[in-house]
């Protein structure tokens, strides 16, 4: 167990509709991290945050979007879905402190767009 | 930008032996962070392995270690005394530090009883 919470585990939607996941990071880790694990795209980075405040920006759709609350859980918002939005959508943390360098990861939300 | 090239998409060794998975990178930096994930069949990210640029010595953990060659841009995963539970992907990872995960497209690796 890595200590990065994810909710929900799985979730299939219809085409244009919206949904949300949730992330929580481990214990004080300070970075969460949004990575999307589809066939064809293998494992991308979308958007990170840092106590707050977004850090860093990937490949990132516009229909998606994230924040992290002053808990430091994390949301990311994806929405006016499409069927090529399926793929598993991986959050993690790293270890505390500005100068870490270790992402541990949740298990992952599968995400099914019918 | 940043690359990291796995160049073995499958891969499958005997339960017991010894097995090497490939990871080339391309940047131009020097301090950097490489990292081995493996995910199983769980579909799960586990950390399996960490190297640091700016150290000389190759990181070890238990059965698994590296061949970190920086003037090459190679970092070597060795899996000692293969085990049935190794069979997962694995993927290799390069990072700034506190940034991003850019990964290889991996390698599917399964043990044989």
């Known amino acids: 167990d890595s200590g990065v919470t994810q909710t929900p585990k799985h979730l299939i939607t219809a085409t244009g509709q919206r949904v949300t996941l949730r992330c929580s990071p481990r214990?004080?880790?300070?970075?969460v991290y949004w990575y999307q694990q589809s066939l064809d795209q293998g494992l991308q980075f979308l958007i990170q945050?840092?106590?707050?405040?977004?850090?860093a920006k990937g490949n990132i759709l516009e229909r998606f979007s994230a924040q992290q609350f002053p808990d430091l859980h994390s949301e990311l918002n994806l929405s006016s879905l499409e069927l090529g939005d399926s793929a598993l959508y991986f959050c993690?943390?790293?270890?505390?402190?500005?100068?870490?360098?270790?992402?541990?990861f949740g298990p992952g939300t599968r995400l099914t767009v019918t | 930008a940043q690359t990291v090239t796995q160049s073995q998409p499958e891969m499958s060794v005997q339960e017991a032996e010894t097995v090497t998975l490939s990871c080339t990178y391309d940047?131009?930096?020097?301090?950097?962070?490489l990292f081995w994930y493996k995910q199983p069949p769980s579909r799960q990210m586990i950390l399996v392995i960490r190297q640091e640029a700016y150290k000389q010595q190759n990181a070890t953990e238990n059965r698994f270690s590296v061949n970190f060659q920086k003037a090459a841009k190679s970092f070597s995963l060795k899996i000692s005394d293969s085990q049935l539970g190794d069979t997962a992907m694995y993927f290799c990872?390069?990072?700034?530090?506190?940034?991003?995960?850019?990964f290889g497209t991996g390698t599917r690796l399964t043990i044989i009883p």
């Open positions: 940047t131009s930096e020097s301090n950097y962070y």
């Open positions: 214990s004080g880790d300070l970075s």
């Open positions: 945050y840092y106590n707050g405040e977004e850090r």
């Open positions: 990872a390069f990072s700034f530090g506190n940034e991003k995960l850019t």
């Open positions: 993690a943390s790293s270890v505390r402190g500005e100068f870490s360098y270790e992402q541990y």
